[in-house]
């Protein structure tokens, strides 16, 4: 990872180009470290299409909440842009129900979590948790009253939503370092806190990547039920680093890894025996696996801002064994800003923003070929935002409502200050349905059938109606 500083030349999302399109045949999981290979993987489960329980919404990494095909109007905002004791560095959405919107704040001090009322900006809980030094918080969905998450080291926590309550909270890393050889967890040159635990979770499993592989706990009380090694096929001295995410299917979980190869992991049964996929994939620090429903596997990069804007902007893969397509984006020269990728089921969606042009683009692939179904494109400066100024320029989290695809960006410092705009396109045409402003820098779109709920990069709530 790289550390948290203003600027640097290339940013990564808390969660690595070209690389060979090859497919690796399937590798044996059986080892000698007391592995206990689960008897069913991955989840038929989703949960409800108008509440945003997962950082992109489900469990595959997109959603389908309904969504205002009008123009909202701001009901309310919480949560000061910044403090005089302690610089936000950097504010999560991870979770938005019917009663709730559930907030991670970044601070010097540690992170804090903060829960308010969707109806208004009435704060429910507050909770800084402790020991949380981390700055890269990984948030793996609200279940069952439930949220989970981790410190992205070593620890991965469950916390009552309902008042902010730590139900449980166990080191990961000392637990299965109890069992295997430090070798498989991290190299000899690093500390354990690249373990970087990131947490996926069901009502029936908690599944956790990591520097090792993929771990199953128990939701009730953490314990660790199994776990999987991914790098029995890596060189002696190599183990798996920064760990992307993971996608849950029905019988199937994918997962991602930046280093010390750009790789793409399917883990599955089949005929009783549980096998593994492996290929390289040719983005930087692959994001988040996105699993669309014509069942491509589709991973964009991990970079959100970099001063050369070339590279894979997205990429999509048969399953987890062979690479169908890539997709660049635009060409420029100078600084320009990234997003994850969202989807509606048949079309993938990326975004880019140039500070030299001033331009924000918005294409639409199709998901099974990587073809450019549509392009949108708007000039920054006339949203009355300055790309080029000393404020960090980003762009937001696209998220896929009903229809609709909601797309942002703005600019933010550390010393407090922003400014945003979310537009509306239509997901079949690209047409714009509506725009608006916003006095924060917008980095999750959270629609839901209560309202539209953005989360600023810096600090500050919002939450939109319809009139």
Same mark, same amino acid.
């Given at each position: 990872?790289?550390?948290?500083?203003?600027?640097?030349?290339?940013?990564?999302?808390?969660?690595?180009?070209?690389?060979?399109?090859?497919?690796?045949p399937?590798q044996?999981?059986?080892?000698d470290?007391g592995?206990?290979?689960p008897?069913a993987?991955?989840?038929?489960?989703?949960?409800p299409d108008?509440?945003?329980?997962?950082?992109?919404?489900?469990l595959?990494?997109?959603a389908?909440?309904?969504?205002?095909?009008?123009r909202?109007?701001?009901e309310?905002?919480?949560?000061?842009?910044?403090?005089?004791?302690?610089?936000?560095?950097?504010?999560?959405?991870?979770?938005?129900?019917?009663?709730?919107?559930?907030?991670?704040?970044?601070?010097?001090?540690?992170?804090?979590?903060?829960?308010?009322d969707v109806?208004?900006?009435?704060?429910?809980?507050?909770?800084?948790?402790?020991?949380?030094?981390s700055?890269?918080?990984q948030?793996?969905?609200?279940?069952?009253?439930?949220?989970y998450?981790?410190?992205?080291?070593?620890?991965?926590?469950?916390?009552?939503?309902?008042?902010?309550?730590?139900?449980?909270?166990?080191?990961?890393?000392?637990?299965?370092?109890?069992?295997?050889?430090?070798?498989?967890?991290?190299?000899?040159?690093?500390?354990?806190?690249?373990?970087?635990?990131?947490?996926?979770?069901?009502?029936?499993?908690?599944y956790?990547?990591?520097s090792?592989?993929?771990?199953?706990?128990?939701?009730?009380d953490?314990?660790?039920?199994?776990?999987?090694?991914?790098?029995?096929?890596?060189e002696?001295?190599e183990?798996?680093?920064?760990p992307?995410?993971?996608?849950?299917?029905?019988?199937r979980v994918?997962?991602?890894?930046?280093?010390?190869?750009?790789?793409?992991?399917?883990v599955?049964?089949?005929?009783?025996?549980?096998?593994?996929?492996?290929?390289?994939?040719?983005v930087?620090?692959p994001?988040?696996?996105?699993?669309?429903?014509?069942?491509?596997?589709?991973?964009g990069?991990?970079?959100?801002?970099?001063?050369?804007?070339?590279?894979?902007?997205?990429?999509g893969?048969?399953?987890?064994?062979t690479?169908?397509?890539?997709?660049?984006?635009?060409a420029?020269?100078?600084?320009?800003?990234f997003?994850?990728?969202?989807?509606?089921?048949t079309?993938?969606?990326?975004?880019?923003?140039?500070?030299?042009t001033?331009?924000?683009?918005v294409? =639409? &692939?199709?998901?099974?070929? /990587?073809?450019?179904? $549509?392009?949108?494109?708007? !000039? #920054?400066?006339?949203?009355? %935002?300055? @790309?080029?100024?000393?404020?960090?320029?980003?762009?937001?989290?696209?998220?896929v409502?009903?229809?609709?695809?909601?797309v942002?960006?703005?600019?933010s410092?550390?010393?407090g200050?922003?400014t945003?705009?979310?537009? =509306? &396109?239509?997901t079949?045409? /690209?047409?714009?349905q $509506?725009?608006?402003?916003? !006095? #924060?820098?917008p980095r999750? %779109?959270? @629609?839901?059938?209560?309202?539209?709920?953005?989360?600023?990069?810096?600090?500050?709530?919002i939450?939109?109606?319809?009139?």
């Open positions: 990872m790289c550390p948290p500083t203003r600027r640097t030349a290339l940013r990564m999302l808390g969660t690595g180009g070209i690389a060979s399109l090859a497919g690796c399937s044996s999981t059986t080892t470290n592995e206990r290979p008897d993987l991955g989840t038929t489960w989703t949960p108008d509440e945003w329980r997962f950082p992109r919404g489900g595959r990494n997109t389908h909440s309904e969504a205002t095909h009008q909202p109007t701001q309310w905002q919480a949560q000061a842009q910044s403090t005089e004791q302690g610089l936000l560095q950097q504010t999560h959405l991870a979770a938005v129900t019917g009663e709730l919107v559930v907030l991670g704040t970044e601070r010097e001090d540690g992170l804090e979590l903060s829960a308010y109806a208004d900006e009435t704060n429910r809980w507050s909770r800084r948790l402790e020991n949380s030094d700055l890269y918080p948030f793996g969905g609200l279940v069952d009253g439930t949220l998450l981790s410190d992205f080291e070593t620890d991965v926590i469950a916390v009552d939503a309902s008042d902010g309550t730590v139900r449980w909270r166990i080191d990961l890393y000392e637990r299965v370092a109890a069992a295997v050889p430090e070798q498989s967890l991290i190299e000899s040159s690093r500390s354990r806190d690249r373990f970087a635990p990131v947490p996926a979770a069901t009502p029936d499993c908690v956790v990547q990591t090792y592989g993929i771990h199953g706990l128990a939701p009730g953490g314990h660790e039920r199994w776990r999987i090694s991914l790098g029995d096929e890596l002696d001295d183990v798996l680093q920064d992307g995410g993971l996608a849950l299917t029905d019988g994918v997962a991602s890894y930046g280093r010390p190869d750009q790789l793409l992991y399917g599955q049964r089949y005929d009783d025996e549980l096998t593994v996929d492996r290929t390289t994939v040719p930087q620090y994001s988040q696996p996105l699993v669309t429903g014509t069942g491509t596997t589709v991973l990069s991990g970079v959100i801002w970099s001063t050369d804007a070339t590279g894979m902007l997205a990429a893969a048969a399953g987890t064994s690479v169908n397509w890539e997709f660049q984006g635009m420029s020269t100078g600084a320009a800003a997003s994850t990728v969202a989807s509606d089921g079309r993938v969606f990326v975004c880019e923003g140039h500070e030299k001033g331009e924000f683009v294409f =639409a &692939l199709r998901a099974d070929t /990587g073809g450019l179904e $549509w392009l949108y494109r708007e !000039s #920054i400066p006339e949203s009355g %935002i300055d @790309p080029s100024s000393d404020m960090d320029f980003r762009v937001a989290h696209p998220a409502a009903s229809g609709t695809l909601l942002g960006y703005g600019t410092a550390e010393q200050g922003a945003g705009t979310m537009v =509306a &396109l239509s079949t045409a /690209g047409t714009r $509506w725009r608006t402003g916003l !006095s #924060i820098a999750d %779109i959270a @629609p839901t059938e209560a309202g539209i709920y953005i989360g600023g990069r810096r600090g500050g709530l939450g939109l109606t319809q009139s």
